[in-house]
């Protein structure tokens, strides 16, 4: 699905790329319990400014079910 939606041209599992690395998406996040939502939303409109200068751009040919599949695993990714 990373590469599928286009996700891997800027992250990465485990370091940083041009967006942050998903385990550390995932610590960022960690015991937020509105995460999955959020991340969600993130994904699917895209952002600027949470993580530096680098925007990331909305995903909207992604199903509303892929997205909740990858967020629901990045957030599996805490270390």
Do not use: R
């Not at 041009?18 to 509105?34: E, L, R, T």
């Not at 949470?50 to 990045?74: C, F, R, T």
């Amino acid at each position: 699905m990373m590469k599928k939606d286009g996700c891997a041209a800027c992250h990465e599992v485990d370091k940083k790329l041009i967006g942050p690395s998903f385990q550390d998406v995932a610590a960022k996040y960690k015991g937020n319990p509105n995460a999955a939502a959020m991340l969600k939303d993130k994904v699917k409109k895209g952002g600027t400014h949470v993580w530096g200068e680098a925007a990331m751009p909305p995903n909207v040919l992604a199903s509303d079910a892929d997205i909740k599949e990858l967020v629901d695993w990045i957030l599996t990714l805490q270390k």
